[in-house]
């Protein structure tokens, strides 16, 4: 059974690993589609993932001296498309011929608890591609929410990759008037395409300036580009005593972000949003779950519009090329996704 192995930074290999063992309670899912999300796995890819040269302490909640995971890493990946091709015998959802959507890494094939898999069943009839976005979907509404997003509220969001222009369109869908900020004339063209009332080439000139000569500054601003740069004209951008979404994945010191300055002087919230839990408080009523679905409802309604999203489908034997490629060419990906079987 194939499944993509990080060997070490840099280097990547398709490996094969033995088929587990059908267990009670669990279903069998050979993967079709496998999608990449660049900024998380350009971590491992790198060897900048802080589980690579940190320890997580689960029980503190802290990064301590010592390695969370080493090299090699086996079967890293975002988000899964496949068909239920077993199930034991306990199990009736999902049913066997079911496409279903979850989280089993770039492998060919998985065991899977079945209750992870109930309610991800595809819709007759829907692309198997739009399952390789719930999870990147639901980081990005998991952002949206944190930003408490009002009817008529002025957003800016920094940085418009897959994240954020999913962001964008659920903060027009939100009742947000929306400014998207990036430096890939491609991207901003999707963006407006997506419901952004205006874009910004952060290339030109400082988003901050631009929204203070428009309105007071911006209510909210959530930031996807995931550089300290970003984060800093982010907080620059928002107006005073205004909420900044931090939810890119930032790596190394933070070079660049001055908060003696506008963060300091401006009384800025700064609220980190990632996918590990949802806004403190909304716990009682979402969790990553409920996100993932409703983000799926949505596509499935056809208010997201997630196959422009998609620029390469690669069959998993060119692996090595395709990190290589997100590794050297950013700008070049949006969504790309592994293909397994035809």
Do not use: C
Request: proline letters at 4%; aromatic letters at 8%; charged letters at 25%.
């Amino acid at each position: 059974m194939r499944v993509i192995t990080f060997e070490e930074p840099g280097k990547v290999h398709v490996s094969v690993e033995s088929p587990a063992d059908l267990l009670p309670g669990s279903v069998r899912v050979r993967t079709i589609y496998s999608g990449v999300s660049a900024g998380t796995e350009l971590t491992a890819y790198r060897g900048t993932n802080p589980y690579l040269n940190r320890k997580w302490d689960t029980e503190r909640r802290l990064f301590v001296d010592g390695q969370t995971h080493a090299y090699p890493l086996s079967g890293w990946g975002y988000q899964e498309v496949g068909e239920v091709v077993e199930a034991a015998a306990d199990v009736a959802d999902p049913p066997v011929g079911g496409l279903v959507w979850g989280i089993w890494g770039h492998r060919a094939e998985a065991v899977v608890p079945a209750d992870k898999l109930v309610g991800h069943v595809l819709p007759t009839g829907a692309d198997p591609l739009a399952g390789v976005f719930a999870r990147v979907g639901a980081i990005a509404l998991n952002a949206v929410h944190a930003a408490d997003v009002h009817l008529g509220d002025q957003i800016a969001i920094f940085g418009q990759g897959v994240i954020g222009l999913l962001a964008t369109r659920l903060a027009v869908l939100s009742g947000a008037k929306v400014v998207a900020a990036d430096a890939i004339p491609d991207r901003l063209e999707l963006a407006r395409r997506f419901g952004a009332a205006e874009t910004f080439d952060v290339r030109s000139d400082s988003v901050a300036e631009f929204m203070r000569k428009r309105v007071e500054g911006a209510d909210t601003v959530i930031e996807l580009s995931g550089t300290h740069q970003g984060l800093h004209e982010a907080i620059r951008t928002v107006r005073k005593g205004g909420r900044v979404v931090a939810a890119g994945f930032y790596q190394g010191d933070g070079v660049g972000l001055r908060l003696g300055e506008e963060f300091h002087h401006n009384q800025v919230q700064l609220v980190s949003s990632q996918i590990g839990g949802v806004a403190s408080w909304l716990a009682h009523r979402w969790d990553v779950e409920r996100l993932q679905r409703t983000f799926m409802e949505l596509v499935h309604r056809g208010e997201v519009e997630v196959g422009d999203l998609i620029t390469h489908v690669v069959p998993i034997e060119r692996a090595a090329e395709a990190f290589d490629l997100l590794d050297k060419h950013p700008s070049e990906v949006l969504q790309l996704v592994f293909q397994f079987e035809e």
